[in-house]
DNA sequence: CCGGATGTTCACCT
DNA sequence: GAGGTGAACATCCG
């Protein structure tokens, strides 16, 4: 589920515990935490304190902590959000099992009796404190047309490839990748420097469009590209059947006659 | 039963 | 150094 689209809405939903004393740290899953981090540690960092600001940098939600440190959560692909059990989106991945509390690998409880919790099934997620913002490149939302051109120039990777790289440019995941190139009308596998400028623009604008339309939507799975591929296969532009490739090692959707 | 899935990291190749 | 591949994580879905 979680692009960056998803852990937006997360972040919208976590501003609500802003200012609210934080009274345990549940940490049951080591393996959540990443690097040596420990749950004393957590609790040692975030007991009695609270946060002061919500932020998010590609597909990391960041909570800083008043006089503390800054709690990094990531959701890996099935990991969801839930404040005062109540989950940020109303699909429900995973059919009716996706509320198991088993499944529940980090959670604080305030002393107003609210919480907050990070549920994932497949435990691709996880939890650092101050995380190296640094390793991401700029935010999707906020990268600039020049920035993308330098993202792009100089690469021999393929333009997918390119744009999935988080150090390089925060957020875009797979179905993002895939529904924005198709919407710009380039193939993923053009290696990233022979982009005219005139295509890096039309990329930019269309990264712009995909994100706000898909978040309209409600969701990086609901672009034309992933819906069509469920269904009969065809590009919804053209009605060419659609190729899937590996690139990038994700599996790719293109259409080979308008994508070029 | 088998393969694949929205992500990240790491080991190992070329 | 730059990229690619495959594995790992655990679970559900088609």
Redesign the pocket.
Known sequence: ???ML?VELYRQLATRVLGRVIARVDAPDQ?FL?GRLTGDHVRDALVGRSFGADRRI???LLLDVVDGPTLGL?????GRLIVDGEAAIARL?????AG?S??DRFGIAFDDGGSLVLRD????GGVELDPDES?LGPDALEVTPAQLRGILA?????LK??L???SRL?G?????ADEMLWRAGLDPARV?SSLTPAEVRRLHRHLRDTLDELTDRG???TGDLQVMRSTDGVCPKDGEPLQ?R??????TYSCPRHQR
Do not use: C
């Not at 875009?172 to 993002?176: A, R, T």
């Open positions: 589920m979680p692009e998803e393996w990443k590609g597909k990391l990531r959701f890996g692909m099935t991945e995973y059919g009716a099992a198991r088993a499944w099934p497949r435990r691709l390793r100089r690469s021999a990777a393929p490839a390119r999935l790289d988080q925060a875009v995941g797979n179905l993002l990233a969701g990086s799975h899937q590996t690139i990038g090692g994700r599996t």
